[in-house]
């Protein structure tokens, strides 16, 4: 297996948004709303193009990521802008084999380049501290809600470049989602049954 990776177009949008769909179906709940979000982070200012990437094996599209800016607000209300990465998915008949890791590494080292500070995420710490994301409560940022979780961190993009970037995590609104909003997306995609299942059980 060959993969390479390139930057997403419009061609590839609703290739990505169905595989997007498949990776994340019945995992954090009955169905699934991410491909959602990868839809309408693409339409906001928010979004960052550059960092916008497909994995493909050969012509086929097996996996994506996607970033878009974020704020960090201090006490004193003043703004600091970082990266919010995801949603990242690999369409399941190609996971467990190395393509959300070179995903991430290939984004993070764009993301250097490019300029920016920091990433911050929500995901497992099991799998992202392998990329050096660190508790974000490390760096005194907190989520919005002003809480630290294990679930919550950051990484620096060069040495000491969070220093000085302190307070709550806002990411763009893009990832907030209604049910009639996600059930007007679905009708554009085939019939799939949503079950409950152990792995949303286990995040309550």
Not at 87 to 114: D, F, T
Not at 157 to 170: A, P, R, T, V
Not at 179 to 203: G, I
């Amino acid at each position: 297996m060959n993969i390479s990776i390139r930057q997403e177009e419009e061609k590839d949008f609703k290739d990505v948004e169905y595989l997007t769909r498949e990776a994340f179906w019945d995992i954090y709940k009955p169905g699934c709303d991410e491909h959602l979000v990868l839809h309408k982070i693409r339409k906001v200012s928010a979004f960052v193009k550059e960092l916008d990437l497909i994995a493909c094996d050969k012509d086929t599209i097996v996996g994506n990521i996607i970033y878009s800016r974020a704020r960090v607000v201090n006490e004193e209300n003043k703004e600091f802008e970082v990266l919010c990465m995801g949603p990242i998915a690999v369409l399941p008949s190609y996971q467990n084999q190395g393509i959300g890791s070179l995903l991430m590494e290939h984004s993070i080292e764009k993301a250097r380049q490019l300029g920016y500070k920091g990433i911050v995420i929500f995901g497992n710490p099991d799998y992202y501290h392998r990329f050096g994301f660190v508790d974000a409560k490390e760096y005194n940022i907190q989520t919005s809600w002003g809480d630290n979780l294990d679930a919550f961190m950051a990484l620096e993009l060069y040495e000491n470049s969070l220093k000085g970037i302190s307070g709550k995590f806002f990411e763009d609104e893009a990832f907030k989602i209604d049910n009639a909003e996600l059930e007007n997306f679905e009708k554009q995609f085939p019939y799939k049954e949503k079950h409950v299942t152990d792995t949303q059980l286990r995040q309550i």
